[in-house]
């Protein structure tokens, strides 16, 4: 099915009429890379999707109304460039995935004019623009991305900030950017959830403020989420009956400024009660620099978390997971890019029932590991190329 929607989706696309109506354009990221090294403390090595961007394919279009006012849609999908295969939608954004997954990065349509962008569906909230505050850009391989992905914080480059059943606001005044989020998730009807539904289960809403004048570039941001109670999972040594019932609250500033011969990047960020945990607290800083060299950079950058230690959890004192990458990035053409790099992550003390039970990462299965056992450094090393059309 989904096969047959994107067969018909670029056969309408490449009509004539169509695009002489309404400024329809297709676009993409195909971005493929060779790692080796070990994933939490797993040999690994082969050809991997995503380095520097996901890899993706997307229609968008405009038409103008007249009075300056002009209807947009986007359709985006992501796909693995390494096996040809779609992106499925991630269970980590609190999504429903059932049913096709035609466009799981954005399905949106909305007006724009002089206010700005009004659109819904499935959109970015605002913590996903974070990449000015980061001298990794928000690529997979940056540390920032890693850690709030591993911490399951929504203020990411990832899929927790893609959110389903939305409406959102952009808009660019001069130096000053505003953008708000308000997403009924997938709870909003009684088919989903019996006679006594919360309609208000698993909302979601954002807002972010940003100056950008010159070599300075400054904001903020605030997002939740709304849990609904639902079991973690069966009780048992490492992974305890809980309730996840809580609103995740996070807020996080950041910064950049270009100095010329080197551009200077950071941010801190603070989530509460993630995933719906009660008490399960983390807080994320991270630093790095660019470093202009011919016709490519230098990405230097350094990130760590603090999670809060969350007795009930099994998690019974403060872990502090460590991040670092150097790259370099070289511009072979104003589309494409080659790059190299290394990464490392340290997990401190985390063992993997912590990993598990908190569902960190995403992950739910041990890959063979003790629940004890203590999980071992990410060292990656990689070499790769991102081509966008």
């Known amino acids: 099915m989904q096969k047959k929607l994107i067969a018909l989706a670029v056969a309408g696309l490449v009509s004539a009429p169509v695009f002489a109506q309404s400024n329809i354009q297709v676009y993409g990221v195909a971005d493929a890379y060779f790692k080796a090294g070990d994933f939490m403390g797993d040999s690994t090595m082969g050809v991997d999707s995503g380095g520097l961007a ?3 394919l997307g229609f968008r279009g405009e038409e103008d109304l007249g009075s300056g006012l002009k209807a947009v849609f986007v359709l985006e999908q992501g796909f693995n460039i390494d096996t040809g295969k779609s992106t499925a939608m991630s269970s980590g954004d609190n999504s429903d995935t059932k049913g096709d997954q035609t466009f799981t990065r954005q399905a949106y349509v909305g007006l724009k004019g002089n206010f700005g962008q009004v659109a819904l569906g499935r959109q970015y909230a605002p913590g996903y623009f974070t990449s ?3 001298a990794v850009r928000n690529a997979y391989i940056s540390p920032m991305s890693l850690l709030s992905d591993f911490t399951r914080l929504t203020i990411t ?3 927790a900030a893609r959110w389903n059943n939305s409406v959102t606001y952009n808009g660019t005044f001069q130096s000053v950017s505003v953008a708000g989020i308000y997403s009924a998730g997938n709870q909003e009807t009684d088919s989903k959830l019996g006679t006594g539904a919360d309609y208000s ?5 954002g807002i972010s403020l940003k100056y950008d004048n010159g070599p300075l570039k400054i904001g903020g941001i605030y997002q939740a989420v709304k849990f609904k109670s639902e079991n973690a999972g069966a009780p048992g040594a490492f992974r305890p009956r809980t309730t996840n019932n809580e609103t995740q ?3 996080l500033i950041g910064a950049s400024y270009n100095f010329g011969m080197a551009t200077l990047a950071g ?3 603070q989530a509460r009660d993630v995933a719906g945990i009660n008490n399960l607290d983390v807080d994320l800083w991270q630093l790095g620099v660019i470093v202009p060299v011919g016709a490519g950079n230098i990405h230097v950058a350094y990130a760590q978390a603090d999670v809060d230690k969350v ?7 403060d872990v502090k997971p460590k991040a670092f990458t150097v790259a370099y990035t070289h511009a072979l053409s104003k589309r494409t890019t080659g ?11 985390l063992t993997w029932g912590n990993v598990t039970g908190l569902r960190l990462g995403g992950i739910s299965d041990s890959n063979g590991h003790a629940g004890t056992d203590r999980v071992d450094d990410t060292d990656l090393f990689y070499v790769g190329i991102n081509h966008r059309f």
Not at 311 to 316: I, V
């Open 54 to 56: 996901g890899s993706r």
């Open 132 to 134: 000015e505050y980061d």
């Open 157 to 159: 480059p990832n899929s």
């Open 201 to 205: 289960d698993d909302d979601k809403y």
């Open 249 to 251: 609250k996070e807020w």
């Open 267 to 269: 941010s801190y960020q």
């Open 311 to 317: 007795p009930s959890q099994g998690l019974n004192k």
């Open 339 to 349: 790059y190299l790099g290394y990464t490392k992550v340290d997990y401190d003390d």
